[in-house]
């Protein structure tokens, strides 16, 4: 687990892409003689070496061997980096950068994408199809398929934390708590799938993992058994750092609505003393609307 590394290409082709795209943004925003936060540097550092670890360290040398290094992989790739990633607020910094991708938020192929229900849906869906179609067994035996599966991971962990945090500027705004309850109902779904394969008889590919000959390790009953623990758990422990920073994401929210209130009142206060008495709920759209339907 130590020493065994693999020189993985397209890994390393992702990883510098990654750097050098973050670094020229941090870099042009830096111009403006504003700093990016230190936090976000920690975040999409921590989400980089994971991209590295999951491609270049043992997990990539035995990801075609043993189940439950390929399940770390998966759920790592799925949740785990993602979540760093977007906790880095890319979408932001290339904004900050680039005010012209502001045209792309408009899009209605977006706004469906980050559509709460969409994206979750997504995330729940993916590790379900790849474990219970042919999609695995095709990562297993296909290198161009294992790669490609790899960014689908990342793309549909991200397009979930992305929207659901709202870090970045997103299509649509939603309230935190839908997010919330999200949460809760995806972590049933992990759950289930590491249930699934717990107690299934069924060995997932079982042929490709048979045909290995592989005379050292856990049996394939044991390694998928492991495996399903490691969705499980990682899954569930992803799901920490997330709500953590929806609670902080709901009370920097209200803290901002609160502020915005009272300058409004404010504001309302000091009127009053240049015109005649109003009531504060006549300058409020809603009740004041309210109060001329009473009145009619």
């Not at 830096?30 to 550092?45: I, L, N, V």
């Not at 994206?119 to 379900?128: D, G, H, K, R």
């Not at 409020?284 to 109060?291: A, G, I, K």
Request: glycine residues 8%; contains cysteine.
């Amino acid at each position: 687990m130590l020493t065994r590394w693999t020189p993985d290409p397209p890994t390393i082709a992702l990883v510098v892409v990654l750097v050098v795209a973050y670094v020229a943004g941090v870099r042009r925003y830096a111009e403006g003689d504003t700093r990016w936060p230190r936090s976000r540097h920690m975040a999409f550092g921590a989400g980089v070496g994971l991209i590295a670890l999951m491609g270049l360290s043992f997990f990539g040398a035995y990801a075609d061997t043993l189940f439950w290094v390929r399940a770390a992989q998966v759920i790592t790739l799925l949740m785990v980096v993602p979540l760093c990633l977007a906790l880095s607020s890319p979408v932001a910094l290339a904004l900050s950068v680039w005010p012209g991708l502001r045209r792309v938020l408009a899009t209605r192929a977006l706004r469906v994408l980050t559509f709460p229900a969409t994206a979750s849906v997504l995330l729940i869906a993916t590790p379900w199809l790849l474990y219970f179609t042919g999609w695995y067994p095709a990562v297993l035996e296909n290198t161009v398929v294992d790669h490609l599966s790899r960014l689908a991971l990342l793309l549909v962990g991200f397009l979930y934390f992305y929207s659901r945090l709202q870090l970045d500027p997103v299509p649509h705004k939603y309230p935190h708590l839908i997010s919330v309850v999200i949460t809760f109902v995806e972590v049933i779904f992990d759950a289930a799938l590491g249930l699934v394969l717990w107690l299934s008889p069924h060995i997932v590919a079982e042929g490709y993992y048979q045909a290995l000959g592989r005379t050292w390790g856990p049996s394939l009953r044991t390694d998928q058994i492991v495996g399903a623990g490691v969705l499980w758990i990682v899954g569930d422990l992803a799901g920490l750092p997330f709500l953590g920073a929806l609670m902080h994401r709901m009370s920097h929210d209200d803290a901002a609505e609160a502020a915005v209130i009272d300058r409004q009142l404010d504001e309302a206060e000091t009127s009053t003393t240049d015109g005649p008495s109003r009531m504060w709920w006549e300058d409020d759209p809603v009740l004041s609307e309210r109060f001329r339907r009473g009145r009619g």
